[in-house]
Structure formats: structure tokens, C-alpha cells
């Protein structure tokens, strides 16, 4: 081993944690994981560091730090330029010559790499770590360099005093004033690490947690052909896998819980020559129609990260690479998560638009989850910074890392391109603003100056809305919120929002609704899929034919998409239960779907008609029915999330009921086989009356309050004029709740209630607890007040029973 403090160069396995004052952040996580984690079988591709030692002899032989200090001085009393600044620094770097002692051991450490590698003049990745990186509150993302594909001993000496240049880029002299770091006191280390070759293979980017929300159980993953600075950078639309780390160590789950395909227009390759190093081409249309990753190479990331964030007991960014040859994995880089990690665990914050807008402008992958308005400020280039102030929302093609000290000032940011591992996500999530990426079209739609509203509450989707929207913000202090014997539950409508909940106290989700992941994630009717013949509307058959073009077998679209959908669901609430509601469309609005008019029947009444139970027996939907079915047991069965709990909407009769568990069982689920429950839905006067039997066949029930006021006063809940008579407080309504849950309970049958009574009423939560309700399950955004409102009707119960 050589002395810690004078030697010149350290090969990564003799590196940990405790060498990052020598080696950096990067070199010395990558010495960490190849000295205790390679031993667990996790690929990491050889190299060696240059010290920080090796960098102040550059600085000492040079005569650097008056001058470098000279400079900065300009700077801080305003006689200078950043820009000018950064640019008379790196000159003093390019200028500078290597001290033969360092420049000979990085030549020696080279040759010693090729010979390890058993490969003549090794292509290595040249990468910056300086000694102040990587810190749990500070990322330095992006700050220093990164040269890819150098080969020969020569260009590496090269490329080395590039990096040293780089510790002076204008962003990294930004970030360290607003960090409070001496540039001095900041020393970098170089990386020289044995490239792997990726050009057909892939390589990308993943997060031990959702970015967005700070999520933990969950593993996110993008990937694209090529080398990954396409993805940190944002020129490219990556794809993005979501796994559940809770369950990655069960071999008969394969927890994937989501798989989105990006477009990956362009792909980083090598250069053939070696000024540029590395080109980027245009992808094939069979490489953007495919998933860069199988399934297995999927979960053995997700392992791998998980493996990673458990050694260094925190989150983690981490950057892999899959090699050409052998199609092996290998991570190259890992670092802490600064901006999720940091988040307080008590404090929630919720933002929400009180206007409604027309529907958004544009829309793209929402980053954060507040909202703003601004006016649009399109860039280019860098030269064009200078007109953005505090009123500014850039709108560009995408952020390069020379921006972000203007970037500062912006109240958002939207981009046409990247995803959620893109420099402008990055630094937006750093810096507490908003973003929207992947719009492909931000910068033709949005007009110069224009005023707009740019929301990313909504979940995975930001929006763009014209115009000035108020907006309200609302901190919450989740360790003062009650505890109460009645369970709280969330209803949740869409796959997007679900982790954006995690951290409420809720005790599962009461009521998913089916519908709306088919409407909003599936779009087609599924007996268009089945029977695609029968679809004579050549607009439909064009968009079915786009939508499900990479699937053999279109049913298999359906499957995958809704279990994907469900499985975020679950995950987010795993191991409180998910109650996820059987598809309850009308006929009206089942034939709104792509390919949907083909299959359905013109009714008078559609709220009356042909919707729920009535629909899964029925030669017209049954085999519509048996996806539904298909897609629960891919989630419950093959990812693995059990605590799905499936419910069976507007069902009339008990022998309907006979007949849709007959249906189920002949799809997979049947019921208490592998803990499986069945509620049912108890919102038609039938189930109240016989609320026994019902309870028999079923293991819960959910009372609609909205299909049951509807039908005990026979007002039709959608009816402006007789608006005045839908009234929950009615007491006619109220018995019937009474009396379910009475005789619910003599069979030991839980009831919960899904409705917006709770949250609007405190009266209302005092009857439903005093009526002995097992669940009330609630908008996320309700679930303070509920929370409330439940326990203080708890705690008058309690007085009077004393």
C-alpha cells in the first residue's frame, strides 16, 4: 500500500469512504464498492485514482494558487466576469505542465491496467472527483468533467489536466460560493476506469428511491442504447423501469411494478477517430421500439442498488453500463442522493390549483410537485441567459450544466427533451423548482412571453396552462396528526399520484378505481383487442394498431398495462391493503374508448343499464372480464403485491354474485386461494336488505354513498335541477347505513365507506363512527381533516360510553 498522504496514485480496490479527503467522492465510492461489494458479485470495472496529493504538486510546480486566488478575487469585488473568471482559470490549467513524478505513475498505473485487462492501449473513462463532492447536502452533480473512449497513455495525460481545468467551470465556482466551500481548500481527484463498450448494449441511470415523491421502496431505473451521458444530459427520452424493493429478495415474484418506453432518438457511441472520442447517431426504429433491458437484467440492477444503498445506509445515484460482448452489467459510478433524502419525513406539503383551467397547453414528466406562473423565456444558447429574471420560466430544448448559475433565478423549468435522470431534472429537484421535461414540444408551442401556469401536483404528469392560475399552498405537520381506532384509507384514482401519498398515515387504499387506469393508461376498449376484427372505424383500427404495435397478442397490452398501473397502486400502501375496484364504465363511457362503439348498446338510462357485476358474465364483456381478472393475478401472483384485494361494483342480486365469482375462479382468483378477498361493493337498497347474504359470499364490503343516495332516494346523482335532493344526510340514507353495518357486523363482516361526506362534514364522520364503521376511506388530500374530525368524534364517544 502506498503512503496515504504523499502517493501519487490509488487503484480502487485499495480505496473506501475513509480515503475521500484523497480521492473524492466518485473514487472513493468506487473504491468502496470494489473492495466490499465485488465480493458480493456486483461488476465493477477496474481502474485507479489520481490523488489529491498529485493535484497540489500540480498546483505547487506550477506556481497556480496566487493567481488562481487573483482571479477569484476579480470576481468577488465585481471587476469580473464568471464567465471570465472561470475562462483565465482553465487557461492557468491548460497552460500548466504535469510534474514528471505524476505524470510517470499515471503512465505506469495505465500500463499496469492493460496488462490486468490482457487489452493493448485500453479505452478508459476519465472522470473529475473532487475532494468535497458527493456529500450528503451537496451533490456536485455535473460540476467537473467526464471524457469517455481515451486511449494511449499520452491523450490520458491529456484528458487529466482537462479535468484538473474543470474544477473551475463557472458552475462549479457558482455552486462552491453558494456551498460556502473554499476553492482552495477543494482539491480533485481523477478517475481512470477501464471503459466498458456499450454502443449496442446500453447503459443508464438509477435511484434507490422515486425521485419525485422521496418514495423508499422502490427502485427507478432509465436506460438507453449507447453510452448513459445521453440520459444525464437530456438528449434523449430514456426507458424507465420502477421495481419493489420489498420483495426483490422472493424469487417467485418478479416485482417490476412499471416499464415505460422511451423514444431514445439518438444513441452515444465510440468515435472511430480519437479527436472527438464518442458521436451521437440516430437510433434505428427497431432500437426505439424496444426495451434497451430484459426482465432479468431489470431485477438484477434493482438488486444490485438495493445490495448498495443497504452497504452505505443511505439512498443512492447510480450510474451502470451493460457491455457489448458479453451483455454483462456493471455500475461505474454511485453516489449519495442529496435532494429526496433530505426531505423531512414529518413535513408534507400539497399544492393545488383553486382555478380550473381548459385543458393544459402541454404537458411532459413532472419534476417536484409545486406549482407556479410565470412568463415564458425561450433559450438556446448560453448567450441568451442574461435576459431570464425572477419572473422567468425557461423553455428550452434542454439545460446544459454551464447554466446553472443563471438558472437560479428561474421559477421553472420545461424542456423538450430528457427524463427524470436529465440534468435540468436534477438540478431543478436541487434547487426546489419546478420542471416539466419530455414535452417534445415546449419550444414550438410556448410562446415567447407568454403568461402561463406551470402545475406538477398532479403526479407523474406536469401540465402547462395558459394564463395566471391561483394557486394555494398547505404545510402539513404529519407527527401532530391523531391517532384513531377507525382505519383512515385513501381513494385513489390514477397510478400517478400514488406515491405521492406514502407519507400520510393512511392505512391502505379504500377504493381504486379500475376505470380510470383504463381510460387514462389503456385507452382502448378490450374487446376491441380481443375482437380487433370487428373494429370497422379505421381511425380506431390505425390507433389500436399504434398503441399495441410491439405485442404480438393485443391482449397481452391490456394485461400488462393495467397490471402496471394496479402494481403502483399497491406498492405505494404495501402491506396495507388495496382494495382495487372491478371496471365500472357505463355503457356510455365504455364506448368512448378507442374501438369502444363497436361494443356497446345505446341506453337511455346508462346509470341504470348495463354496468358492473351485470357486465362480467355477459357474452358481451366476459371475456373483456377475464383481463381484469388476468391482469389482478399477474400483480398478486407474479410481482408478488398480495395485498390486492379485489371489489365487485353495482352487483344486484345474490346470484350475480354466484355468477361473477364463477367467472373470477375460472380466470385465476379464486376466492381465499393465496389470501385472496373479495368485497363487494354496497351501494343498491338490495344489498342493505340483504346485507346477510351478501356478507356470505363476499369477506368485506365498501359502501358507495353516492350510487346508495342515488337509488334510496331514486335522485339521479348527475341531475341539475333535483341537485337540492342528493343529500347523504337524508335520513333514509342514513339508516340504510345503519342497518348495513349492523347486520354486516353479526357475520363478522368488516364495512368501510368511500365518499367526501367525512371530509366535508365533521358531523358526518361522528355519525359513521358512531355507527361503528370499520374504514373510511377518503381524497389524500382529506385525510387530515378526516383524521380530525374521526378522532374527535372517537374521543366524545368515549366520554359518553364513561
Known amino acids: 500500500m502506498v503512503n ?100 510517470e505513475a499515471i503512465r505506469k498505473a495505465y500500463d499496469k491496467l492493460c496488462e490486468k485487462t490482457e487489452i493493448n492501449n485500453i479505452a478508459v473513462a476519465v472522470r473529475s472527483s473532487a475532494t468535497a463532492e458527493d456529500l450528503p447536502t451537496a451533490s456536485f452533480a455535473g460540476l467537473q468533467e467526464t471524457f469517455l473512449n481515451v ?31 473554499d476553492h482552495l481548500d477543494v482539491a480533485l481527484s481523477i478517475g481512470v476506469q477501464r471503459m466498458i463498450r456499450a454502443d449496442k448494449a446500453g447503459s443508464g441511470v438509477m435511484f434507490t428511491l422515486d425521485t419525485e415523491t422521496g418514495f423508499p421502496n422502490v427502485v427507478l431505473i432509465n436506460a438507453a442504447w449507447g453510452l448513459g451521458e445521453n440520459i444525464v444530459q437530456g438528449i434523449i427520452n430514456p426507458d424507465q423501469y420502477l421495481v419493489f424493493k420489498p420483495l426483490l429478495e422472493k424469487e417467485s415474484f418478479k416485482p417490476i411494478i412499471e416499464k415505460k418506453l422511451g423514444s431514445k432518438e439518438q444513441k452515444m457511441i465510440y468515435a472511430s477517430n480519437s479527436v472527438s472520442r464518442t458521436v451521437n447517431v440516430q437510433t434505428s426504429a427497431e432500437e426505439q421500439a424496444a426495451f434497451v433491458l430484459e426482465d432479468d437484467e431489470i431485477i438484477q440492477l434493482a438488486l444490485w442498488a438495493k445490495n448498495i444503498e443497504e452497504h452505505y445506509g443511505k439512498p443512492m445515484d447510480i450510474e ?69 429574471d425572477e419572473d422567468s420560466i425557461l423553455v428550452t430544448q434542454m439545460t446544459e450544466p454551464d447554466w446553472v448559475p443563471a438558472l437560479k433565478k428561474v421559477k421553472g423549468i420545461i424542456a423538450d427533451s430528457g427524463g427524470r435522470t436529465c440534468h435540468a431534472a436534477i438540478v431543478s429537484r436541487e434547487m426546489g423548482i419546478p420542471a416539466i421535461v419530455g414535452t417534445k414540444t415546449g419550444t414550438k408551442v410556448l410562446k415567447e412571453g407568454k403568461e402561463i401556469t406551470l402545475s406538477c401536483a398532479g403526479g407523474d404528469e406536469g401540465q402547462v396552462y395558459d394564463g395566471h392560475l391561483e394557486f394555494e399552498k ?52 378490450p374487446m376491441a383487442l380481443i375482437h380487433f376484427d370487428r373494429v370497422i372505424e379505421e381511425t380506431a383500427r390505425e390507433h389500436i394498431r399504434k398503441i399495441t404495435y410491439h405485442y404480438k397478442d393485443k391482449r397481452e397490452f391490456f394485461i400488462d398495462r393495467l397490471a402496471a398501473g394496479i402494481a403502483k397502486i399497491a406498492a ?9 375496484r372491478t371496471s365500472d364504465f357505463k355503457t356510455n363511457e365504455y364506448a368512448d374508448l378507442i374501438g369502444g362503439r363497436e361494443f356497446e348498446p345505446d341506453e337511455e338510462n346508462p346509470m341504470l343499464g348495463w354496468r358492473g357485476a351485470s357486465r362480467y358474465y355477459s357474452e358481451g364483456y366476459k371475456e373483456g372480464f377475464a383481463l381484469e381478472c388476468l391482469a389482478i393475478k399477474k400483480v398478486r401472483e407474479d410481482i408478488g403485491l398480495e395485498n390486492v384485494i379485489v371489489m365487485i361494483p353495482f352487483c344486484r342480486t345474490t346470484d350475480e354474485a354466484d355468477r361473477v365469482l364463477q367467472e373470477m375462479e375460472k380466470n385465476g382468483l379464486r376466492k381465499g386461494e393465496q389470501d385472496l ?11 342493505i336488505i340483504l346485507a ?94 378526516v383524521l380530525k374530525h374521526v378522532s374527535e368524534a372517537e374521543k366524545a364517544r368515549r366520554e359518553v360510553t364513561t
Not at 151 to 168: H, N, V
Not at 345 to 369: D, R, V
Not at 572 to 580: E, G, K, L, N
Request: hydrophobic fraction near 35%; charged fraction near 25%; proline fraction near 5%.
Open 320 to 388: 451502470w453500463v451493460k457491455d457489448d460482448k458479453t451483455d454483462e452489467l456493471f455500475i461505474v459510478q454511485a453516489r449519495p442522493e442529496t435532494v429526496q433524502s433530505n426531505v423531512s419525513e414529518n413535513e408534507f406539503n400539497t399544492y393545488h390549483l383553486q382555478q380550473k383551467g381548459e385543458n393544459p397547453i402541454l404537458t411532459g414528466i413532472s419534476i417536484g410537485s409545486n406549482i407556479v406562473h410565470g412568463k415564458v423565456r425561450k433559450v438556446e444558447q448560453i448567450s441568451e441567459l442574461e435576459k431570464l
Open 572 to 580: 405505494a400502501q404495501y402491506p396495507d391493503p388495496v382494495i382495487m
Open 4 to 103: 496515504q498522504q504523499n502517493g501519487l496514485i490509488r487503484w480502487f480496490d485499495d480505496l473506501g469512504m475513509d480515503d475521500l479527503k484523497f480521492v473524492g467522492g466518485k473514487n472513493a465510492s468506487l473504491g468502496e464498492m470494489a473492495r466490499n461489494l465485488v465480493p458480493m458479485g456486483i461488476n465493477i470495472p477496474d481502474g485507479f485514482a489520481t490523488t489529491s496529493y498529485a493535484y497540489r504538486k500540480f498546483l505547487q510546480e506550477n506556481k497556480l494558487e496566487e493567481p488562481i486566488r487573483k482571479e477569484l478575487k476579480k470576481y468577488e469585488e465585481g471587476s469580473q466576469s464568471l464567465e471570465d473568471t472561470g475562462h483565465q482559470i482553465r487557461e492557468l490549467f491548460h497552460h500548466g505542465i504535469f510534474p514528471i513524478p505524476v505524470a
Open 677 to 687: 378477498k373479495v368485497y363487494m361493493m354496497c351501494e343498491i337498497p338490495a344489498n
Open 474 to 525: 398547505e404545510t402539513i405537520n404529519l407527527g401532530e396528526l391523531p391517532d384513531t381506532q377507525t382505519d383512515i384509507m385513501i381513494n385513489l384514482a390514477t397510478p400517478e399520484s400514488a406515491f405521492k401519498w406514502w407519507r400520510l398515515p393512511a392505512k391502505g387504499v379504500g377504493l381504486a378505481r379500475m376505470e380510470f387506469i383504463i381510460s387514462n393508461h389503456i385507452k382502448i376498449h
Open 151 to 181: 486511449r494511449g497513455k499520452e491523450q490520458l495525460i491529456e484528458m487529466c489536466k482537462e479535468c484538473y481545468a474543470s474544477l473551475f467551470t463557472d458552475r462549479a465556482i457558482s455552486y462552491r460560493y453558494e456551498k460556502g466551500f
Open 692 to 785: 346477510e347474504e351478501f356478507a356470505r359470499r363476499f369477506d368485506g364490503f365498501s359502501i358507495g354513498s353516492n350510487d346508495l343516495t342515488q337509488l334510496v332516494l331514486g335522485v339521479d346523482r348527475d341531475s341539475t335541477d333535483l341537485n337540492y335532493l342528493f343529500d347523504e344526510n337524508n335520513e333514509a340514507v342514513k339508516q340504510s347505513i345503519r342497518d348495513v353495518i349492523k347486520k354486516s357486523h353479526k357475520v363478522d363482516c368488516p364495512v368501510g365507506f368511500c365518499g367526501q361526506a367525512p371530509s366535508d362534514q365533521p358531523e358526518y364522520a361522528r355519525f359513521l363512527v358512531d355507527c361503528n364503521i370499520d374504514s373510511i376511506s377518503v381524497n389524500p388530500d382529506s385525510v387530515v381533516e
